[in-house]
């Protein structure tokens, strides 16, 4: 499997109304210095309807400033839309971030 097929098998397992960061992704996939080829291969996801990638965050849970399906406010409202709630572009990983385990969906 590719880097960028790793990244998204990873990336459809994350539950709807919790995110991940690029980070986690990158850890959690084997990789734990590649969190910017982790954005790079989002940016270029082919399939956004069966990827979920409004559902990755920076680490400090900053949406995407360049969301490559639409910007920051198309995942804004993605992120909406699962009762996830953004404030001034900024998810609250407190309450939003996912544990990475494919079989929680806490």
């Known amino acids: 499997m590719t880097f960028d097929e790793c990244v998204y098998e990873y990336v459809k397992t994350v539950p709807r109304g919790k995110v991940v960061t ?3 992704i990158a850890h959690a ?3 734990p210095r590649a969190s910017r080829q982790v954005g790079n291969a989002l940016h270029r996801n082919p399939t956004p ?3 979920p990638c409004h ?3 920076s680490r400090e ?3 995407a400033p360049a969301f ?4 920051i406010g198309v995942q804004a409202e993605l992120l ?3 009762s996830v709630e953004v404030v001034n572009g900024y998810v609250d990983l407190n309450i939003y971030l996912w ?3 494919p079989h929680s969906h806490k």
């Open 22 to 24: 690029y980070g986690m």
């Open 29 to 31: 996939i084997g990789r």
């Open 49 to 51: 309807v069966v990827v």
């Open 55 to 57: 559902r990755v965050v």
């Open 61 to 63: 849970g900053r949406l």
């Open 68 to 71: 490559a399906f639409g910007g």
């Open 80 to 82: 909406r839309s699962e």
């Open 99 to 101: 544990d990475g385990n």
